[in-house]
């Protein structure tokens, strides 16, 4: 996470670092129930509104452990008061942005196929939001400045850069003379955008995409294609995917990382539903600069972790949860089993074989 503190005046920036770790993390997606838990959470703790805290409690010290932690922000934020919507128009309660920023996140994506769901007026108070919470973000804009402007942070010294695109808005339009409003895949625009984050002094960039066929664990023809164009170039480190709402696999190109898809890290679809829904990561990469002065991702772990609904909505941390002495041995073992099958998704195009480590 990065720090909070500002120097005294007159006191000596720290060196740069050569190491630094990247946590990144699955879609926060909202669904009607998943605000109904929120809002009964908040009630427990004697406050009105909503309260995601308790469902994100498990991954807050990894996530805020990191020098840097990024976060997908799938649906628009609504109002205080609401209305919260689910698919397929949603809209959900602000507080979501309280949460992300509890849990350590520092960025946050917010290209989706839902960026639209609620016109211009919900990206602005999208962003609106998570200006106040000091997330930063990128893949949205309520101006044609904000958009041309790279999402450049300062990690321990480290100028690393984040940029956000998705597939579809879902057929809806953009809005009228507001074409920067929300970013679309297009490839010579992703490698423009990343080549002006280095020209701005990015020295790490990170791109955030939302691609692939829902619900398949394998990545289609076209996320594959366009990892090996876009991880080609000299302007682009690491691509985390998102959106297809199940785990799918990690895999080095070209010596470089890309995530296909981290699943949902909130989620509440209805009960039966056939997919893996629940299943999510939390993988860290740590980036290590070479004699050269260049970065590269030197290792990667990734947490396994499940949305369990049952008897309150809550993220489960799988590794310490299969573990834990305290669970019965059945609830352990079932944990543990979601965990084999979650590293079985990862390992299929053979990110274990490069290098990947499960926390197992």
Same mark, same amino acid.
């Given at each position: 996470?990065?720090?909070?503190?500002?120097?005294?005046?007159?006191?000596?920036?720290?060196?740069?670092?050569?190491?630094?770790? =990247?946590?990144?993390?699955?879609?926060?997606?909202? !669904?009607?129930?998943?605000?109904?838990?929120?809002?009964?959470?908040?009630?427990?703790?004697?406050?009105?509104?909503?309260?995601?805290?308790?469902?994100?409690?498990?991954?807050?010290?990894?996530?805020?452990?990191?020098?840097?932690?990024?976060?997908?922000?799938?649906?628009?934020?609504?109002?205080?008061?609401?209305?919260?919507?689910?698919?397929?128009?949603?809209? &959900?309660?602000?507080?979501?942005?309280?949460?992300?920023?509890?849990?350590?996140?520092?960025?946050?994506?917010?290209?989706?196929? !839902?960026?639209?769901?609620?016109?211009?007026?919900?990206?602005?108070?999208?962003?609106?939001?998570?200006?106040?919470?000091?997330?930063?973000?990128?893949?949205?804009?309520?101006?044609?400045?904000?958009?041309?402007?790279?999402?450049?942070?300062? &990690?321990?010294? =480290?100028?690393?850069?984040?940029?956000?695109?998705?597939?579809?808005?879902?057929?809806?339009?953009?809005?009228?003379?507001?074409?920067?409003?929300?970013?679309?895949?297009?490839?010579?625009?992703?490698?423009?955008?990343? !080549?002006? /984050?280095?020209?701005?002094?990015?020295?790490?960039?990170?791109?955030?995409?939302?691609?692939?066929?829902?619900?398949?664990?394998?990545?289609?023809?076209?996320?594959?294609?366009?990892?090996?164009?876009?991880?080609?170039?000299?302007?682009?480190?690491?691509?985390?995917?998102?959106?297809?709402?199940?785990?799918?696999?990690?895999?080095? =190109?070209?010596?470089?990382?890309?995530?296909?898809?981290?699943g949902n890290l909130t989620t509440r679809f209805a009960d039966g539903s056939p997919e893996n829904t629940q299943d999510a990561v939390v993988p860290e990469f740590t980036f290590?600069?070479?004699?050269?002065?260049?970065?590269? =991702?030197?290792?990667?772990? &990734? $947490?396994?972790?499940?949305?369990?609904?049952?008897?309150?909505?809550?993220? &489960?941390? $799988?590794?310490?949860?299969?573990?834990?002495?305290?669970?019965?041995?059945?609830?352990?073992? !079932?944990?543990?089993?979601?965990?084999?099958?979650?590293?079985?998704? $990862?390992?299929?195009?053979?990110?274990?074989? /490069?290098?990947?480590?499960? $926390?197992?």
């Open positions: 996470m990065l720090p909070s503190a500002t120097p005294r005046a007159g006191a000596s920036a720290p060196a740069p670092t050569n190491r630094l770790t =990247v946590v990144a993390a699955g879609d926060l997606l909202v !669904h009607p129930a998943l605000t109904e838990q929120a809002a009964a959470d908040a009630r427990q703790a004697g406050r009105g509104g909503h309260d995601f805290t308790r469902v994100l409690a498990a991954i807050r010290p990894r996530v805020s452990a990191a020098d840097l932690a990024i976060c997908h922000l799938e649906t628009p934020l609504a109002p205080p008061e609401g209305p919260f919507t689910g698919w397929p128009t949603f809209s &959900v309660p602000p507080e979501l942005a309280d949460a992300a920023a509890w849990a350590g996140f520092d960025t946050c994506s917010t290209a989706s196929n !839902h960026s639209l769901d609620t016109g211009m007026e919900g990206i602005t108070r999208t962003l609106d939001n998570l200006d106040r919470v000091g997330l930063r973000h990128t893949g949205t804009a309520r101006s044609a400045a904000e958009a041309a402007r790279p999402n450049i942070l300062d &990690v321990s010294g =480290v100028k690393v850069a984040q940029l956000s695109y998705t597939l579809s808005f879902n057929d809806i339009p953009l809005p009228e003379g507001r074409p920067w409003a929300a970013n679309l895949i297009d490839r010579d625009a992703i490698l423009a955008a990343a !080549h002006r /984050a280095r020209t701005a002094g990015a020295e790490i960039v990170i791109l955030s995409m939302h691609w692939g066929t829902e619900y398949q664990h394998a990545p289609n023809d076209d996320q594959q294609d366009l990892a090996r164009q876009l991880l080609a170039s000299p302007d682009i480190d690491l691509i985390v995917g998102h959106h297809v709402h199940v785990v799918q696999p990690f895999e080095k =190109v070209g010596g470089k990382w890309v995530a296909y898809g981290m290590t600069r070479s004699a050269s002065g260049a970065w590269e =991702v030197t290792g990667v772990t &990734v $947490l396994p972790t499940w949305m369990e609904y049952r008897p309150a909505a809550r993220v &489960v941390d $799988l590794v310490s949860a299969a573990r834990d002495t305290g669970l019965p041995a059945a609830r352990r073992a !079932h944990y543990a089993e979601i965990e084999e099958r979650i590293n079985g998704y $990862l390992g299929m195009r053979g990110a274990f074989e /490069a290098g990947l480590r499960p $926390l197992s």
